[in-house]
């Protein structure tokens, strides 16, 4: 059995506290291959459902495809834009939420829903496991990622459909993440939205309860 | 901006490769509240859609409550049981899929999708995103855990809404995770699954594409 010692969990803990969402800091240098791969493969050891790895991993280099990609962001963005507003919708105006054209390259992970057959082991009665599992690959490719000190950006803002069709996915196959990644010029010290004050870091002490929802007092 | 070292990368690594879906293993030590306190606090470090932070933790360690859990847990155990058939129902049988009533503490993992209001920057589009924000939650809990030297295993053959009632969650609030967490015998050297037979390690190469799906040819 593998022992983590306290300077490899504090070597941990820095990586993991050192991760950001990039979008306005990447720059155009590639990524050598043997570290994208270190990267994918820290990814494909996330657990699973079963074991079923529902992942797949679609590397976007191609310029106009990329260019297409950043249209669908832009029209799911300004639809966004008009459900905010006042004070919160200019901010909104403000914010940079993508990186798609300057990043080097785009991961596209997608979820298999049916890759292992039609009953998984531990997706019997959570139907969702399998999306969850592909959530746990893109925080390993994250965190990964980090420890190489390339940044990673996740836009949310797209019509994930719109991926199958630029990159002739499957119908039945599920994008759940367009992840922008390259080297960055820095890495900011904290999260960009709770430095603009879109919205606070919530204290970790209203988050934690004991045995019963209404019970916030430490008896552990 | 915090460089990481190649050692440090290694010491990263070095946890994330040695994380293991923990089920027969647990002991019942408790956990120090110091290393617990640093474990929810690397869970809530994830990223989260929008700065939302929807996670709550609702930790588990009243005798009673865990028993009504387990016996949640057998119910919906044995109606998975019947979806299998032949020498797949013999192994499912022998599989031990939980570590509720040995492991020192449970933790369930929620999600708040009211937390900000309506509309969510980052959710406009994909609903969904509130939800796989608590999973990078639960990943970075079970890879700090392992830091901690810590084991957990996700319990994902529960009917969620047995858990609202159990812990009087609010209807409102998705249990989005019940994980299992304390110290361990020793880690599996490989998962459990892949171990028995049941599924094997996918080739990473098989899950690698390049612009198109149908293209897995290496041209980066």
């Given at each position: 059995m593998e022992i983590i010692t306290d300077k490899e969990r504090d070597a941990f803990y820095k990586v993991l506290y050192n991760r950001r969402d990039t979008?306005?800091?990447?720059?155009s240098t590639s990524i050598p291959e043997e570290i994208l791969k270190r990267v994918l493969n820290a990814a494909h050891h996330a657990p699973s459902v079963g074991f079923m790895q529902p992942w797949d991993f679609v590397i976007v280099q191609d310029k106009k495809k990329k260019e297409k990609i950043k249209q669908a962001f832009e029209k799911s963005n300004n639809e966004a834009t008009s459900l905010f507003e006042g004070d919160k919708q200019a901010l909104y105006k403000t914010?940079?939420?993508?990186g798609i054209l300057e990043a080097p390259i785009g991961i596209v992970v997608t979820c298999d829903k049916s890759r292992s057959g039609p009953v998984v082991l531990g997706r019997?009665?959570?139907?969702?496991m399998d999306a969850y599992s592909t959530v746990c690959a893109v925080q390993n490719l994250w965190l990964a990622a980090r420890s190489e000190n390339l940044g990673v950006g996740w836009v949310?803002?797209?019509?994930h459909s719109v991926l199958n069709k630029i990159l002739n996915?499957?119908?039945?196959?599920?994008?759940?993440a367009y992840l922008c990644i390259g080297y960055v010029s820095h890495f900011h010290e904290r999260p960009q939205l709770e430095k603009v004050g879109w919205l606070p870091r919530i204290p970790i002490e209203e988050l934690i309860h004991y045995d019963e929802w209404d019970n916030k007092d430490l008896t552990i």
């Open positions: 979008r306005s800091e990447f720059e914010l940079k939420l993508e019997t009665v959570n139907k969702e949310s803002i797209i019509d996915i499957p119908e039945n196959i599920l994008p759940v």
